[in-house]
């Protein structure tokens, strides 16, 4: 019996073979590196799936609402209305698109930087959507005129007396508010819930 606590190990002695300081064994590590893989695939999953939702409804609004009156889906409250936005939200800051496009590209490498250490399914679906919109616009503003770092934004969705959007904006304030709700809650990325 000594010689098998001795081979597997217990919380009651760290010193054993095979585990940690915190009584964590090795099958423990494989464990959590198991489930930290699979939200990191929940997040690259949402990501993807927020990046072309959005780069689809652009390619078409391109091609069958741009230079076109806008479409009335409820009334006047809400139209489908194609702009080019170089700006922020609401069409601030045009003139520091280069900049816009610099802050996207450092959300995304900031996700990436936190998937690392991801252990949290609501954590990986908030950050999933950060990063499909910000995939989404970061597109607009590399790929679309009037050149690279600094092309303008396809919005089309108008509601009445707000600003014209897309689907990666929607995504973004989605994820935003996913990640202040877990923050409030005290959920870290990591999966550990804190009390303050």
């Known amino acids: ?36 893989k699979r939200k990191v695939l929940v997040l690259l999953s949402v ?28 009334g006047d409250w809400l139209q489908f209305r194609a702009i080019r936005n170089a700006g922020a939200a609401f069409g601030f800051g045009e003139a520091f698109t280069v900049i816009f496009t610099i802050i996207a590209a450092g959300v995304i490498v900031v996700i990436v930087r936190l998937a690392r250490k991801l252990y949290s399914l609501p954590w990986a679906i908030a950050l999933g959507l950060l990063l499909g919109g910000a995939l989404g ?17 396809v919005d089309f969705i108008a509601p009445k007396h707000f600003a014209v959007f897309n689907l990666a ?6 994820g935003g508010i996913l990640i ?17």
């Open 1 to 36: 019996m000594a010689e098998a606590e001795r081979i597997i190990g217990t919380p009651d002695n760290p010193e054993a073979e095979g585990t940690d300081e915190g009584g964590s064994t090795a099958a423990d590590a494989a464990v959590n590196a198991g489930k930290g």
């Open 47 to 74: 990501a993807v799936v927020a990046y072309l939702l959005d780069l689809v409804t652009k390619m078409i609004v391109v091609a069958k609402l741009e230079h076109q009156p806008p479409i009335d889906i409820i």
């Open 137 to 153: 616009n970061l597109t607009d503003r590399l790929f679309r005129a009037p050149g690279v770092f600094e092309g303008a934004v």
């Open 169 to 174: 904006d929607s995504a973004i304030v989605c």
């Open 180 to 196: 202040v709700i877990l923050s409030f809650k005290g959920l870290d990325p990591d999966g550990t819930v804190h009390k303050d």
